[in-house]
């Protein structure tokens, strides 16, 4: 986890607020990524940005935006909260892109449950 | 369809034995694939990656193998400890270059 803190660790909101979760990278990684981790499922990815407004689509972009106005931090916001995104939140930095075989780090995960 | 499968059953073993987990895919030719290691409550952890003209890799006590002909990674931890236990997730690259991953195999090692 050294180099890279999200905010909040934990989160209790309800159906339809927004939510914008922060993640914060000391490393100056250029590549920088949400995942959501539900039981039963693997590491989902959301968003990823590879560079300072640059960002694209995950796999399970519906329902969540994303911001990157300085290298250090990606925010991700759920515009209005659902239940069926309570899950685990990870937020993950690489050196290099994914062609470069890099390995991701990986920020302790911030705990969202929507009622 | 393209999937990325690992037991869902925890793994149960010995202390001192070879603990040996698998990973399966199918629709996929990934270029390299990946292990991490995950404790509760936090994020994963990097430890070994594999790439396709490789059969096998090691660090330590670990040993990683990848058979894209069967399409099957296997993961090994010789001499194993109850600090190995742990939750292991697999993930191998897909044609975006983005990782696809696993759900991952619960490794218990009893004393």
């Known amino acids: 986890d050294a180099g890279i803190t999200q905010s909040p660790r934990h989160k209790v909101t309800e159906t339809g607020t927004p939510v914008t979760l922060r993640c914060h990278q000391t490393e100056n990684h250029r590549y920088m990524y949400w995942y959501r981790q539900d039981p039963g499922h693997g590491l989902r990815l959301i968003h990823y940005s590879y560079g300072v407004k640059d960002t694209d689509k995950g796999e399970v972009s519906d329902g969540y935006s994303v911001s990157r106005s300085k290298t250090e931090d990606f925010l991700l916001t759920l515009e209005s909260a659902t239940s069926s995104q309570t899950s685990v939140y990870f937020c993950?930095?690489?050196?290099?892109?994914?062609?470069?075989?890099?390995?991701?780090?990986f920020g302790p995960g911030t705990r969202l449950t929507v009622l | 369809s393209q999937k990325i499968e690992q037991n869902s059953e925890a793994l149960n073993i010995q202390e001192g034995k070879t603990a040996t987990l698998t990973c399966n895919y199918t629709n996929y030719s990934p270029a390299y694939l990946q292990w991490y290691r995950q404790d509760p409550g936090r994020g994963p952890v990097f430890l070994l990656l594999?790439?396709?003209n490789e059969k096998e890799k090691r660090k330590e006590r670990l040993k990683v193998t990848f058979d894209t002909t069967l399409k099957q990674s296997l993961f090994h931890i010789t001499a194993s400890q109850p600090a190995d236990s742990a939750t292991y997730l697999c993930a191998l690259v897909d044609s975006n270059y983005q990782l696809i991953w696993g759900a991952g195999t619960k490794l218990i090692i009893k004393p």
């Open positions: 993950a930095i690489s050196y290099l892109a994914g062609d470069a075989a890099d390995e991701q780090f």
């Open positions: 594999i790439r396709e």
